[in-house]
Antibody, heavy 118, light 107 residues
Framework: VQLVETGGGLMQPGGSLRLSCAAS????????VSWVRQAPGKGLEWVSV???????YYADSVKGRFTISRDNSKNTLFLQMDSLRAEDTAIYYC?????????????WGQGTLVTVSS | AIWMTQSPSLLSASTGDRVTISCRVS??????LAWYQQKPGKAPELLIY???TLQSGVPSRFSGSGSTTDFTLTISRLQSEDFATYYC?????????FGQGTELEIK
């Protein structure tokens, strides 16, 4: 199992960014995969999940600004981040839901850094 | 959201020591608790889920216990590679939430 995130970078407040999470060793279409973020020097914050059945859910802090999606043919998950704020600055990890429950995480990617600053 | 409080925030110990980290939860989560280890510059790694089930490949010196609102991570004999930051996480209620972390440093 491997998860590889790409797409991070420096963005001005109000801008948009799209993160990708390429999965291998398992199918994103039959697993739950989340985005979890970590602000510099801070703790972990769950951001969003894409259920295997297609439902999506978001943390209140990003609802209405971020959109999670997936491409089953590419076995890849995405996070479209709009209306970015300084407080969105963080390392963004994608993580697979654990055995029997989507909401703990048994495999994580290496993360991609998003910096929102003018 | 459910609040998670870990103690201590910083723990100094020596190789070979037995250490415990506490995680207190703001409401009853039964046994829906996980523990992660994170080393500097790396992603978190799952150690324990369901409060006490060891993830495959994790050394047996790690153990978890507790239920409802009080949980503990124990490392029986510290090895050099165990110095890291540890997080607890509840997955009983939406959204899943994490503790603030416990940094385990070499004394």
């Amino acid at each position: 199992v491997q998860l590889v995130e790409t797409g991070g970078g420096l963005m001005q407040p109000g801008g948009s960014l799209r993160l990708s999470c390429a999965a291998s060793g398992f199918s994103v279409s039959s697993n739950y995969v989340s985005w979890v973020r970590q602000a510099p020097g801070k703790g972990l914050e769950w951001v969003s999940v894409f259920y295997s059945g297609g439902n999506t859910y978001y943390a209140d802090s990003v609802k209405g600004r971020f959109t999670i999606s997936r491409d089953n043919s590419k076995n890849t998950l995405f996070l479209q981040m709009d209306s970015l704020r300084a407080e969105d600055t963080a390392i963004y990890y994608c993580a697979r839901g654990g055995l029997g429950d989507w909401a703990y995480f048994d495999y994580w990617g290496q993360g991609t850094l998003v910096t929102v600053s003018s | 959201a459910i609040w998670m409080t870990q103690s201590p925030s910083l723990l100094s110990a020596s190789t070979g020591d037995r250490v415990t980290i506490s995680c207190r939860v703001s409401q009853d989560i039964s046994g829906y608790l996980a523990w992660y280890q994170q080393k500097p510059g790396k992603a978190p790694e799952l150690l324990i889920y369901a409060a006490s089930t060891l993830q495959s490949g994790v050394p047996s010196r790690f153990s978890g216990s507790g239920s409802t609102t009080d949980f503990t991570l124990t490392i029986s004999r510290l090895q050099s590679e165990d110095f890291a930051t540890y997080y607890c996480q509840q997955y009983h209620s939406f959204p899943p939430t994490f503790g603030q972390g416990t940094e385990l440093e070499i004394k």
